[in-house]
């Protein structure tokens, strides 16, 4: 049993990426664990100015916090997108980034209760899912070698 | 002075992605950096077989081993893409894995000698540069406030 109440607001998360990569992904997320309730894609473009891109990422925060804070997952950090992702810590809302976003993150949030959590523990363990999920095939292979040996 | 020859072959780099992402990262990663030689995506589209899969990802092998290997970055491991890539190991050609893919591995490779390693040195790098890429928001702006208060 959850200590969370279904009422409870979850934690929104918004997918930042240079080109269509976010919204790709979310796709991807949601042909595999089903749609994924609070969750947006913003497409940073060449085109766009930082002014619009920051508009962009502000309107997408705005759309999926319900009170409970939002997970900014971006592509990459030092880029402009990301520096329109460090301008949504104004203290408008709670805000966490992570850098480096990969598709284990969003599968992720399909089975981890959104309603229990702060924005950076949140934050924390799709960092942590993250980097765990990223790993040589031969490693696996070998463990499933290992596995069907037994 | 690099120890390879500029005629040497590099190591070709396949993304295989659930839908879409693989092209929209090749492509950010063409904005950022430059075009990549020797790189291609593969998108497994839902209606896809398995067969079809295997088949586009073994086409895109071929399409950039120009005889030092390749290394496929794999969205998820476990999955039908994963298990098309895994097929890729019977043989035919030198093949590393990496599952997990992110940006900043697509990255790495306009400022790594793809000439100068083995597939299976390039998948390690790979690996550790998209691990050491997932950081919180939250680590790298107090990085940045110390360093701007230096």
């Known amino acids: 049993m959850s200590a969370s109440d279904d009422s409870d607001p979850v934690i929104g998360v918004v997918v930042v990426t240079h080109g269509g990569a976010g919204q790709c992904l979310l796709h991807a997320a949601g042909t595999i664990v089903g749609p994924l309730e609070a969750t947006e894609a913003v497409s940073a473009e060449m085109e766009d100015s930082f002014e619009e891109v920051i508009r962009h990422v502000e309107q997408a925060c705005t759309d999926v916090d319900h009170g409970a804070g939002v997970v900014i997952l ?38 981890v209760d959104r309603r229990d959590l702060r924005p950076y523990e949140l934050a924390e363990l799709l ?17 499933i070698a290992l596995q069907e040996s037994r």
């Open 74 to 111: 971006v592509d990459i950090h030092g880029s402009s997108p990301f520096q329109a992702c460090l301008a949504m810590l104004d203290g408008t809302r709670t805000v966490e980034i992570v850098c480096g976003v990969n598709l284990p993150m969003l599968l992720k949030l399909a089975t």
């Open 127 to 143: 960092r942590d899912v993250g980097r765990r999920s990223i790993r040589l095939g031969s490693e696996l292979t070998g463990k």
